[in-house]
C-alpha cells in the first residue's frame, strides 16, 4: 500500500524543491541516535583497548602480616621479574594488583623504595583492608600465593621541583591512613633531608593503634625528618597533635621563607586539598607541591 502525504495548506514550496516531512524526522533522528550513541561506544572501545593493554606478570607473596588496626605489610617476591622491579624508579610510583576470585583489580603505591626491588627483588606494600574490597582479599591470602601486578605507573613524586637542597631548605610532608605507604619510599630513597635545615612529617591517624609505620620513626628522624605525629581520635594519655593533619599545621606552621619551601602529600582528599590552599595562601608556589598523583 503507498502513503501520498502532503504539505500543509499553509508551507509554500519552491517549484524544484522536493518535500519529505517522513524522511526528514528519520534523518534527525538517525544524527541524534548517532551522535548520542557513538561516544559511548567509543569509550567502550577505548575502554576495552586499554584494559588489553595491561601486561600482567605473577608473582608470589612473601609475607602478609599486620601492620597496625586494619593495614596490613604485604611483600611481594619479584625474583622471576627483574624487568618489573627494575621499572620501580621513583618513590610516589604505584601499580594494580590482580587477586583470585576478586572482582577487580586494586591500585596500591609500592611502599619500598625503589633501591630495595634492585638490591632484593621485592615490591612492599601498606595495605589498608577495607570489607569487599580487593584488598581485604590480598590481606587474606597467605605466603607463597600467587597475584598479577601490572606495569609500574604515575610520574611519582618528581622532587627535582624541589632541588637542590640548599635552594629549597624548608620540606613539609603531609600523610593520612595509608596514605604514609609512598611517603615511606620517598624517606627511606633519600631527598637529601639532613641537607636542608627544616624537614617536617606531619602524618595523622585516627589512633596510635592505626599508625603504621612507628617502628622506622627513629630511622627517618635520623636521616633528618621530624616527624610530627597528629590524632585526631586520642586517647587520655595523648598530649601530642590532634585534629586534623591541616589544624595541626596552621597552629604550628612556621614557614620562614616561602620561596624556599615545597611540600609533599599523601593521603585523604580533603587534607590535600585544604593543605594546598593553606601553603599556596602563604607564599609557597604551586609547582613546589608535590603530589603523586
Known amino acids: 500500500m503507498l502513503l501520498s502525504i502532503s504539505p500543509p495548506p499553509s508551507l509554500t514550496l519552491h517549484p524544484n524543491a522536493h518535500f519529505s516531512p517522513s524522511m526528514s524526522i528519520l534523518r534527525r533522528l538517525h544524527l541524534n541516535l548517532r551522535t548520542r550513541i557513538r561516544p559511548r561506544r567509543l569509550a567502550t572501545v577505548s575502554a576495552a583497548v586499554r584494559q588489553d593493554t595491561t601486561l ?22 619479584l625474583s622471576d621479574a627483574p624487568d618489573l622491579a627494575a621499572s620501580h624508579t621513583r618513590a610516589g610510583q604505584y601499580l594494580q594488583v590482580r587477586v583470585p576470585h576478586a572482582p577487580k583489580p586494586s591500585f596500591l603505591a609500592i611502599a619500598s623504595p625503589p633501591k630495595l626491588a634492585v638490591a632484593r627483588g621485592v615490591f612492599e606494600f601498606l595495605v589498608k583492608s577495607v570489607v569487599g574490597s580487593t584488598a581485604e582479599a590480598l590481606c587474606a591470602l597467605k605466603r607463597g600465593d600467587v597475584v598479577e601486578l601490572s606495569q609500574v605507573m604515575g610520574n611519582g613524586f618528581n622532587i627535582e621541583q624541589i632541588d637542590p637542597p640548599k635552594k629549597f631548605e624548608t620540606v613539609l610532608v603531609f600523610a593520612t591512613g595509608s596514605g604514609i605507604s609512598p611517603i615511606r619510599s620517598l624517606i627511606e630513597s633519600g631527598f637529601d633531608a639532613g641537607k636542608r635545615s627544616d624537614v617536617r612529617l606531619y602524618y595523622g591517624a585516627r589512633n596510635l593503634q592505626r599508625m603504621a609505620y612507628q617502628d622506622r620513626f627513629k ?75
Open 56 to 77: 600482567w606478570t605473577p608473582a608470589p607473596l612473601s609475607e602478609v602480616e599486620p601492620a597496625a588496626e586494619s593495614l596490613f605489610h604485604v611483600s611481594i617476591d
Open 219 to 293: 630511622d627517618w628522624e635520623s636521616s633528618g625528618v621530624k616527624i610530627v605525629p597528629v590524632l585526631s581520635e586520642p586517647d587520655e594519655s595523648w598530649t601530642g597533635e590532634s585534629g586534623y593533619v591541616q589544624a595541626a599545621f596552621t597552629r604550628t606552621k612556621q614557614i620562614y621563607n616561602p620561596l624556599a619551601t615545597g611540600a609533599v602529600l599523601c593521603g585523604q582528599k580533603q587534607m590535600t586539598e585544604e593543605v594546598t590552599s593553606i601553603l599556596v595562601a602563604d607564599g609557597v608556589s604551586a609547582d613546589k607541591i608535590l603530589k603523586n598523583f
